[in-house]
């Protein structure tokens, strides 16, 4: 049995990312991966969802300037073409990330990985079981979506978004269960490729984990577009019905579709790991719990959707950096994220960073809010995109989080994400140089206007 | 005769942001303006160009999918629609310009205005001439369109940028003298239209004032597109012939289109200002010499493009600010813009702040480069647009200097520019937790990137 200075178990962001990093710092490092390297960032989920909105975004370009009259004409995407280049930039991305891993003396061990023993992982490969030993166990097995009883995807008409990723035909009409951003990305991917949208939430609001404003300007854009939306309201039951996918509401309405995406949440990959028996605890739906240092037990770390700080892949990547760091002696504190951006991608945009107003005003912050709508920013009159607006929340006179919904408004990520991790005072803002004209002055109108209290 | 705090000849985005923030700090105000609030910016230059840009973007965004064929169809703009609509916006934000400014107790003066007498400004009004006594003058009277002999437009196929921007039809091909920033967006705008772009510049590369390899990617995405490009050859002259632009090179070889562009360069508003009398000295093409504080005479400032030391409307802005905040006595050191970013906007778009490479070396400054290709990020996948770079320029181990160019890089602006006023190391990024995925990422590559002597 060879042992690792590091063993990893999964080749998503997370996992990926501390293999590269261990073993370009000279760890003996071994990957341990049951699928594919990628993950579901790569496979399932940002990569190939930002493709098909890549792919037609042009169409809403036009669909915006055409309510103006400006511009008239017809895009037609063919679905079977982009689902191949999907495919084929995938697999090629998969490739390189392979080679990267060669070359830097990664051992990508293929199959199922568990400890058997603290110290060692067996792993299920395809030539029978292999044992690695390790001094330092990363866990970063992420996780996979979620279900209801009743509400579950059965490989036909109803789909979670691995499914509908993969799916042959884009279906005339998509019933969408679940209006966070994993829903509201498909869903606009889909309404861009000719799909009739109905989509149903329990909650009352689409994307319910956001500021309530970015909700509302959210439902009134999609309604624009025509989208059904059935929210606050209880699903008994999807099935496959023949051709369709047919949902049953809990007063017994009965709508249907092409086919239903079930998007309510996802799940962690952390059982069968057989970490319990290190120590390792879990939380909410099966979350590996860590401490400050993202320990989860005694040389086993745990990074990115498992550990369910964060679901998105930078906060896994950046958590793995951590560890490898801890690892290597140059890290003792604490893991800190700072304030870590989240995005939901099509038209509009989503972008947040740091508190909302609510969650400032819930660690007991005397919290302010600034505003600033894109009515009144000369690019998103250009791109005749002007719904939406940037809110900055202000704690002791500094900005403490900003959200934005609107098209194009994700390219305030980075700058947002860094003024929010700086503190910025509105002088800050004044003495900065926005270039004009450009969206990102909306940020700075948000920064400048008057404050209101929270 | 009044006398006034500050009086501001040229209500550009230098002089209106000058009154606007003197007047909300309670100095009393004159705003002299001879032709539209906004100048060049928001009615002949930026704002115009920026409302093409934006309608036609949809045209790209379906070519470069087309390409890959993941879509096909055709867009029709309808010109004299997006004509109609550029005024109106054009004029409504005029209006709330002026709104302001009444509401702030800026008295706006419709005129030319002249300094008469140290500390009294005359104006040519419509009612005769009126004086205004200052205490200050802060002078922001723009540029214009520049012409060389024999390439000087004639108002009727031969146009300058505000001819163009006015123009009633979008001719089926055009002719554009100089391939600059100006030029380009143009010729970008008109392409999507459906002009054939035939650019003609002496100098031997696009953007000859950017980063070389730069001006490579600009080339061959435009070549790509059909464009012909005559780089490194002299005009004779350009006219009028009929009903076409006919361009005559030094060699005698003609060509011609619907119509020509002359697009080489700016001149500055600064004769006839009476300047002289006060001390005022000019330098290049009639730029108004200012000192490290902005002083162009005693009691007289002057900013933005009449002062030559960026001709960007940003760059007019913050020059402003700190003249006002100087004559309040809340600025006392020397005006210091730190890295001004600097956009070409369509597809590709270029993006610099900082220094580029040959002009740190030129500092006697040791320069290293890192940069990252487009083609490897995501996102650039997505929106089938991987031409382009992000490229940055290191000096004693800082970032000193950023340039990109490809689709979408503008969106580094601020981020960019702020990191080089902060001066990152490769650590800095490496700490920074960047989106994925985002086009932002390609930065980030770039500065991780191995660095090579420039």
Known sequence: ??????????????????AVEAAAAGLKTALVEANELGG??????CIPTKLWLGATEAVDGLAAQARLRLASGEIRMDFAALQSRKDKYVAATRKAMAQRLAGLGVDLVAGLGRVAAPGSVEVQTADGPTALGYRHLLVATGSRPGSFPGVAPDGKRVLDSTGLLACAEMPKSLLVVGGGFIGLEMAQAAHRMGAKIILVDALPRLAGAEDPEVSKTLESVFKRQGWDLRLGVKVASVATRGERAVLEFEGGEEIS???????????????????????????????????????????????????????LAHAASHQARYVVRRLLGEEHGPYESGPVPSILYGSPEVFRAGLMAGEAKALGQTVFVSRAQLIANPMAQAHAATAGFVKCVW?????????????????????????????????????????????????????MADKEAA
């Open 1 to 18: 049995m060879t042992t690792y200075d590091l063993v990893v178990l999964g080749g998503g962001p997370g996992g990926y990312d501390a």
């Open 40 to 45: 579901t960032c790569l496979n399932r989920g």
């Open 257 to 311: 579709a092409g086919a239903a995406l079930v998007a309510v949440g996802r799940r962690p990959n952390s059982a069968g790991l057989g970490l319990e028996a290190l120590g390792a605890t879990f939380n909410g739906a099966g979350y590996i719990q860590t401490d400050a240092r993202l320990l989860a037990a005694p040389d086993v770390s745990a990074v990115g959707d498992v550990g369910g700080r964060m679901l």
């Open 395 to 447: 704690s002791e006179g500094k900005v403490a989080g900003i959200t934005a919904v609107g098209a194009g408004v994700s390219r305030l990520a980075c700058f947002a994400t860094l003024i929010i991790r700086q503190g910025w005072t509105r002088e800050d803002a004044e003495n900065f140089l926005f270039p004009h004209p450009t969206l990102d002055e909306s940020l700075k109108a948000a920064l």
